[in-house]
C-alpha cells in the first residue's frame, strides 16, 4: 500500500509558475514510475507528464512540452512538476499516481495509488 500526498497548487497569475509535490509513504517508492494527470471542471482526467523509477525517462502531454518539467528524488520519496508560464486553460485538480502496471505511460489505467490532489487555479 502505498499513500500519496500532493502539495503546491494555488493561486497564480496567467505567466506565472507553481510547483508541485507528491510524497510517497512506504519504502518501494524508488521501484515505480509515477505520473501526473489533472482534471478541470467538466472534463476528463488528463495525462501530464511521467517518469520512470530512475528518473531517466521522462514523457509529457504533447501540448505541455517546453512549460511542464517532471523531477523526482528518490531519497524524499518525492515527485516534483514544475509548471511555468501557466495559462488559464492549466487550471484543474493535480493528481500523481504510482504505475504499477504494464502500459503506456500516459494511460491513467497504468495507475493505481491515487493521491488526493491539488488545485491550481490561473486567473487571467
Known amino acids: 500500500q502505498v499513500q500519496l500526498v500532493e502539495s503546491g497548487g494555488g493561486l497564480v497569475q496567467a505567466g506565472g509558475s507553481l510547483r508541485l509535490s507528491c510524497v510517497a509513504s512506504?519504502?518501494?517508492?524508488?521501484?515505480?514510475?509515477m505520473g501526473w494527470f489533472r482534471q478541470a471542471p467538466g472534463k476528463e482526467r488528463a495525462f501530464v507528464a511521467a517518469?520512470?523509477?530512475?528518473?531517466?525517462?521522462?514523457d509529457y502531454a504533447d501540448s505541455l512540452k517546453g512549460r511542464f518539467t517532471i523531477s523526482r528524488d528518490n531519497a524524499r520519496n518525492t515527485v516534483y512538476l514544475q509548471m511555468n508560464s501557466l495559462k488559464p486553460d492549466d487550471a484543474a485538480v493535480y493528481y500523481c499516481?504510482?504505475?504499477?502496471?504494464?502500459?503506456?505511460?500516459?494511460?491513467?489505467?497504468?495507475?493505481?495509488?491515487w493521491g488526493q490532489g491539488t488545485q491550481v487555479t490561473v486567473s487571467s
Open positions: 499516481a504510482v504505475k504499477r502496471y504494464d502500459g503506456s505511460y500516459d494511460q491513467s489505467p497504468s495507475y493505481d495509488y
Open positions: 512506504g519504502r518501494t517508492f524508488s521501484n515505480y514510475a
Open positions: 517518469i520512470s523509477s530512475s528518473g531517466g525517462y521522462t
